[in-house]
């Protein structure tokens, strides 16, 4: 049926918003039906308008919905004024309104039918600080982009600031909010803390100190600390005091241990301080990997390296690999430059060699786009389906000779044939490949071993275990690089690794797997089992008996909460406000409430390490903890075996104080890295 030959009339429902023939026109033989906004033409055979609710969802995203739908708008509403309607105006008769009256049909019921919605809103100081800390935003942002202060207001935020002053105020105080509520929230509980910690220098060339603390399950970054005399041991002391103190921790009754790199100023901050001390396995790790790849410095080289230790990560903290400091000869090779002018790598010539001929032959395609479009991407395309290009390696990072030789042995062929075309008097053989795949075997599982000790979740018991894994790999290799490689490492990790930290832990964790393990020239050494109970007896006594805020004076002061009567409110120390004396309905909450909590034994200095003798032999004999191994072991749990978190900070702040933002201020630039942190963090949960 040709609609040019159909008549169409009004329906006698075109008034009402709420049915579809507000938004058609009906034939008169009732067969079909006309849109009035696209005039597309539908059929309605037996008077079923199933197809007309669907044209207007799928054409238009108009939704008519009687029960939800305001009453019809009076008779004078025309049929010119419906048809000229937009469907954004008819959209709002079917909006579900919160207060609107239940459907009629209880079929047609949902859950949300029964509750209210309600828009909550977050405040305008939290998005101003996720978009200046995470995404990177410039204060003046927000007050020279008129769409992006547009969209600000769309969402609900009518009152925004005119001046970045302002708006960096607001981020401040959002961020000393933030800081004191969650380090609290954490101590309350209980728990305690480790710190690691390292140094930077900023592209305005200012020298901060980042800090962050680790809890068994949770970490947070503390900002930057900004040193402005010489970083001695003494002022590193007093800087970490300070900044603890404003977060209520005390160094003696709230810290377990620190994480450093390996220079003699932390050395001997770990000696001034009552605190455990642990060195950074992946600092030892990457010099362990200069010891063998690297020609060896002069006496006096060696003897710097060894004082300063200057390591660091690089701007790619996702890989957390270590990068190479000048004095330890790291390779690397500028396009500009002439590849003879690079580091030298071991005295091995069969190595040196091949590495120098693999550089040489990346620089040389890198040089020339011509050469590297026309001839080597010709094959790589026909091979792989895909253009790869060469990788060549960076001085400050000895992971970069890992992908060098990776891609390079990967488009082995490819290469052949373009040298070949190239009439390069460069050749490589099979021979020469057998010596790379032969560095391959030897970096890649430190390259992932490096990574799992870098993990966030990662502790001394799972660094134990990755560097078991590394060292068992190295050792099937049989081959001379891999067996130096390997003395080299066991040499490192030796000067590194705490034997009562990762042997208590370790313990706790499972005491038969200490007895099984493999020793690797006493590298895993653990201590005795009386040494292991008086390292327990130690902790315990500085980190559970001198804490005043789990004392019997604290307990009592602890809130009622979960009061079901809502018209109760309760203040610290249990008062009512409205009366200095306890009502009987508090007082009955703090007795259930008190007949719920379970005894925590009382310490006595006598009888301590007796306690921790039976609760030892009932963990080893049917595995449960007692509550002082417990205790214990949280607190070794919050030990990380790596300083990286501090590199990745400073990676951050590289990023937030860049080329446009060089003049942040001190306390600006340590506000947006603990937010930056906080906000990946929530990220993360979310995920």
């Known amino acids: 049926m040709s609609s040019e030959n159909t008549d169409f009339i009004i329906h006698k429902k075109n008034t009402d918003q709420c049915s579809v023939w507000f938004h058609f026109l009906t034939s008169s033989d009732g067969k079909s039906a006309k849109c009035k906004i696209c005039s597309s033409t539908l059929k309605t055979l037996?008077?079923?308008?199933?197809?007309?609710?669907?044209?207007?969802?799928?054409?238009?995203?108009?939704?008519?919905?009687?029960?939800?739908?305001?009453?019809?708008?009076?008779?004078?509403?025309?049929?010119?004024?419906?048809s000229t309607s937009?469907?954004?105006?008819?959209?709002?008769?079917?909006?579900?309104?919160?207060g609107s009256p239940l459907p009629t049909s209880t079929a047609k019921r949902t859950m949300k039918d029964y509750f209210k919605v309600v828009n909550q809103q977050e405040p305008l100081a939290k998005v101003l600080s996720r978009m200046t800390a995470r995404d990177g935003l410039p204060f003046s942002t927000f007050t020279t982009s008129e769409d992006l202060r547009d969209l600000l207001i769309f969402k609900g935020y009518k009152e925004l600031p005119t001046s970045p002053v302002t708006i960096r105020n607001h981020v401040v105080v959002y961020s000393k909010e933030i800081k004191e509520s969650e380090i609290l929230q954490a101590k309350e509980r209980g728990d305690r803390f480790s710190l690691s910690f390292d140094e930077w220098t900023s592209?305005?060339?200012?020298?901060?100190?980042?800090?962050?603390?680790?809890?068994?399950?949770?970490?947070?970054?503390?900002?930057?600390?900004?040193?402005?005399?010489?970083?001695?041991?003494?002022?590193?002391?007093?800087?970490?005091?300070?900044?603890?103190?404003?977060?209520?921790?005390?160094?003696?009754?709230?810290?377990?241990?620190?994480?450093?790199?390996?220079?003699?100023?932390?050395?001997?901050?770990?000696?001034?301080l009552p605190v455990k001390h642990q060195l950074c396995f992946a600092h030892g790790i990457h010099l362990a990997v200069c010891d063998v790849?690297?020609?060896?410095?002069?006496?006096?080289?060696?003897?710097?390296?060894?004082?300063?230790?200057?390591?660091?990560?690089?701007?790619?903290?996702?890989?957390?690999?270590?990068?190479?400091?000048?004095?330890?000869?790291g390779l690397t090779v500028n396009p500009n430059e002439d590849v003879n002018e690079a580091p030298d790598l071991t005295s091995d010539k069969n190595i040196s060699e091949v590495i120098k001929k693999v550089r040489k032959v990346v620089v040389h395609f890198k040089r020339s786009s011509t050469k590297n479009d026309t001839i080597l991407q010709k094959y790589v395309r026909a091979e792989k389906g895909k253009e790869l290009s060469l990788i060549l390696d960076v001085k400050t990072r000895w992971n970069s000779l890992l992908d060098m030789i990776e891609r390079f042995v990967l488009l082995k062929s490819c290469i052949q044939k373009a040298l070949i075309d190239a009439k390069y008097q460069i050749k490589l053989e099979d021979c020469d490949f057998d010596v790379l795949k032969e560095i391959i075997g030897i970096l890649a599982p430190i390259k992932l071993t490096v990574e799992a000790l870098c993990r966030r979740d990662a502790n001394l018991c799972t660094?134990?275990?990755?560097?078991?894994?590394?060292?068992?790999?190295?050792?099937?290799?049989?081959?001379?690089?891999?067996?130096?490689?390997?003395?080299?490492?066991?040499?490192?990790?030796?000067?590194?690794?705490?034997?009562?930290?990762?042997?208590?832990?370790?313990?706790?964790?499972?005491?038969?797997?200490?007895e099984s393990c493999e020793d690797f020239e006493g590298l895993f050494s653990t201590p005795s089992s009386s040494g292991i109970k008086n390292e327990m007896k130690l902790l315990i006594q500085r980190l559970v008996v001198e804490t005043k805020y789990n004392s019997p004076e604290r307990t009592g002061e602890m809130e009622v909460a979960n009061v079901d009567d809502p018209e109760i409110v309760i203040v610290s120390e249990?008062?009512?406000?409205?009366?200095?004396?306890?009502?009987?309905?508090?007082?009955?909450?703090?007795?259930?409430?008190?007949?719920?909590?379970?005894?925590?034994?009382?310490?006595?200095?006598?009888?301590?390490?007796?306690?921790?003798?039976?609760?030892?032999?009932?963990?080893?004999?049917?595995?449960?903890?007692?509550?002082?191994?417990?205790k214990v072991y949280n607190f070794l749990r919050s030990v990380p075996p790596t300083s990286v978190e501090a590199e990745r900070a400073f990676s951050a702040a590289g990023y937030i104080q860049n080329k446009l933002r060089s003049r942040l201020g001190d306390e600006t630039l340590d506000c947006l890295l603990f937010l930056r942190s906080h906000f990946q963090k929530l990220e993360v949960r979310k995920e």
């Open 574 to 630: 249990g008062r009512s406000l409205e009366s200095n004396t306890p009502s009987l309905q508090i007082m009955l909450e703090r007795a259930i409430l008190d007949s719920q909590k379970p005894r925590e034994p009382e310490v006595r200095q006598s009888d301590l390490l007796s306690t921790l003798r039976k609760e030892c032999s009932l963990y080893e004999s049917c595995g449960t903890r007692g509550y002082y191994l417990t």
């Open 86 to 98: 937009t469907p954004a105006t008819t959209a709002s008769c079917s909006t579900k309104r919160v």
């Open 203 to 272: 592209n305005s060339n200012k020298r901060f100190m980042n800090m962050n603390v680790h809890s068994p399950d949770n970490f947070w970054n503390l900002g930057l600390i900004r040193v402005k005399v010489s970083m001695t041991a003494e002022v590193c002391v007093a800087l970490l005091e300070e900044k603890l103190s404003y977060f209520g921790l005390s160094l003696k009754d709230d810290i377990v241990g620190i994480v450093t790199d390996g220079p003699n100023v932390m050395l001997k901050v770990g000696k001034l």
């Open 463 to 514: 660094a134990d275990a990755a560097l078991k894994f590394l060292l068992h790999q190295l050792s099937q290799n049989k081959t001379n690089l891999s067996e130096k490689m390997m003395s080299c490492l066991i040499i490192r990790l030796k000067q590194r690794r705490s034997s009562t930290l990762s042997g208590v832990l370790n313990y706790l964790q499972n005491p038969g797997l200490i």
């Open 46 to 82: 037996g008077g079923s308008t199933k197809g007309l609710h669907t044209h207007l969802q799928t054409k238009h995203k108009v939704k008519v919905s009687k029960e939800y739908a305001p009453e019809p708008s009076g008779s004078s509403s025309t049929s010119a004024s419906s």
């Open 293 to 329: 790849l690297y020609k060896k410095k002069s006496q006096d080289d060696t003897e710097m390296i060894e004082l300063q230790d200057i390591v660091g990560i690089g701007e790619d903290v996702d890989d957390v690999l270590e990068s190479l400091d000048s004095l330890e000869s």
